[in-house]
């Protein structure tokens, strides 16, 4: 009975250290993680036509920037532009913006 209660203490241990890092990047909350929009759009979600690749990138810089961070690194893709979330020089999260929606979500 004794062994049997280590083995199963182990076993918890282990898989509660194994999952510590899926929850966290660089031992901090994404910035953006329930996700945010962007205010050059009219209404939350709804951009009246979709925002050409430039604008979407000089709009999530200034969504960031008014936040403390800055934009690092980005890819346009189709309508969607993933870009890196810097603090300090150190990348702090991922996110994807729509620009057809205007929506900002965490990659994380």
Known sequence: MKMQSIITRSAVTASILLSAGSFS??????VTPYGGYCKDC???G????????MEAV????????????????FTHKG??????VLQNSRQVD???FDRKTGRIRSMY
């Open 42 to 44: 009219a209404l939350y």
């Open 25 to 30: 990047f660089g031992g901090e909350v994404p």
């Open 46 to 53: 709804s951009c009246i036509e979709s925002i050409p690749p």
């Open 79 to 84: 309508r969607f532009i993933e870009a890196e």
């Open 58 to 73: 000089q709009s999530l810089r200034k969504y960031y920037e008014e936040r403390g961070y800055r934009l690092g690194n």
């Open 94 to 96: 991922k996110v994807i």
